[in-house]
């Protein structure tokens, strides 16, 4: 079965610092993964997708993951944070098919002025 | 505004009575899914649709529960007799359905339901 762990549930950086949000995968084939991110009261919102093409997946609003088999983790980074950041952020894997997806518990990034 | 809408976005009930939420997706977009959110969880998986069939529904989805897209465009989403376990943020998405690869999921803003 597929799965995804979210390591922090709460994750605090400074304006202007890096952002690291964890996430490790559990899947018997080669995943399609996503992060989602969800501002208050708004739908969640595709910030970027891994499909087997390229490792490092580059998103919007500066944001970028890495792919990593060995480590069976997809980790979301942002060199610098911004205060618009703050939100609940979603690591999500989907089954082989295509037709579910499995989402992550979430992490909360507070951003610090 | 063309993305995915969601109504009503709020919803109180008394428990026993019925409550139908309704999902109007991206247009040509030929898969829509529903989850449901609790306080402090990711969505949960509860069913989606190909055009009007519905192909896969969880174990979560109770016989309470009743989908529909008749027509394949929007869908109702229908909880019967709720329960105070009912309460949660109920989501919808679409998305194209891709002949090779994983769709990308568009979301709605959510209907939230306070079962009392």
């Known amino acids: 079965a597929q799965s995804v762990t979210q390591l922090d549930s709460h994750v605090s950086v400074s304006e202007g610092t890096p952002v690291l949000l964890r996430c490790n995968y559990s899947?018997?084939?080669?995943?399609?993964l996503f992060w989602y991110v969800q501002h208050p009261n708004k739908g969640l919102q595709l910030l970027l997708k891994y499909t087997s093409a390229a490792t490092l997946v580059k998103g919007i609003n500066g944001f970028e993951a890495e792919f990593k088999k060995s480590e069976t983790s997809f980790h979301l980074t942002k060199p610098s944070a911004h205060m618009s950041d703050a939100a609940e952020y979603f690591c999500?894997?989907?089954?082989?098919?295509?037709?579910?997806?499995?989402f992550g518990t979430g992490t909360s990034l507070t951003v610090i002025p | 505004d063309t993305g995915v809408s969601q109504d009503p976005r709020h919803k109180i009930t008394k428990r026993g009575q019925n409550v139908t939420f309704r999902c109007d997706p991206i247009s040509e977009h030929n898969r829509l899914y529903w989850y449901r959110q609790t306080l402090g969880q990711g969505p949960e998986f509860l069913t989606y649709?190909?055009?009007?069939?519905?192909?896969?529904k969880s174990r979560l989805l109770s016989d309470r529960f009743s989908a529909e897209r008749p027509k394949g465009s929007f869908s109702t989403l229908e909880i019967q007799r709720t329960e105070q376990g009912d309460s949660a943020m109920y989501l919808c998405?679409?998305?194209?359905?891709?002949?090779?690869?994983?769709?990308?999921?568009?979301f709605g803003p959510g209907t939230r339901l306070t079962v009392l």
């Open positions: 899947s018997s084939y080669s995943p399609s």
């Open positions: 999500v894997v989907s089954d082989l098919t295509g037709n579910q997806f499995y």
């Open positions: 998405a679409s998305s194209p359905h891709l002949a090779k690869g994983t769709d990308t999921q568009y």
């Open positions: 649709f190909q055009n009007e069939a519905q192909l896969e």
